[in-house]
């Protein structure tokens, strides 16, 4: 049975630790339903709630390169089942991962969701398309009112994904989930502030001492 992440992942130097390790056997006779080539539903909404990933890509020299990136919330796009796409925004015009991808278009991401302790990581083949405006690829990748200028496109087909497990996962939490997190404490306070002055006023009102 093909395991998808497992069968890029398990090199042959992997294995050999994981046999050192004592776990090899572990996943040698796994059963579980791995099939992971074609994204889900599920896959398609913890994509489309993440505001940034990390992509790691590799040099001509053999080192890995790992590029934080960040946009507005759902800026990766699902286009089908095995493609996502993402605007390049101009930064900071070193172009690393550009340029490892037009040697060796193998890439690996990280999805992260420290709230709930989750994390999606993804095998894929990276593709620079050039980004006219008028596009439609352009129109699936461009979000309205982000202030960045857009260089170009990259589509990612997908080889393999794997949802990870949530040991060592610190919860992390943007200011919008705090906020957000923070509004029916929010709406107490005011609730009772207002109250608070109506009852202050009433008793001005009688003539008695607050």
Known sequence: MAFGFLDIARTPSVRAAEAASGSAQYFDDFKGDRASDRFTEAEAQFIAERDSF???????????????????????????DKTLAFADYRGNRQYITLGNATANDRVALFLM??????????????????????????????????????ERAFL??????DWNCPQHITP?????????????????????????????????????DP
Not at 55 to 79: C, D, M, N
């Open 54 to 80: 990390y992509v790691a890509s590799v040099s001509e020299t053999g080192w890995p390169y790992v590029q934080h990136r960040g946009g507005p919330r759902g800026f990766l796009k699902l286009i089908d």
């Open 113 to 150: 969701d420290y709230p709930n302790r989750r994390r999606l990581k993804i095998y894929a083949h990276i593709e620079e398309r050039p980004l006219d405006p008028q596009s439609d690829l352009a129109k699936a990748v461009l979000d309205p009112g982000y202030k960045a200028k857009p």
């Open 156 to 161: 990612l087909h997908l080889d393999a994904f």
């Open 172 to 208: 992390r939490y943007t200011d919008g989930e705090i906020e957000a997190a923070l509004e029916p404490m929010v709406a107490r306070q005011k609730q009772l502030e207002e109250e608070n002055a109506a009852l202050k006023a009433r008793l001005q009102g009688e003539g008695k």
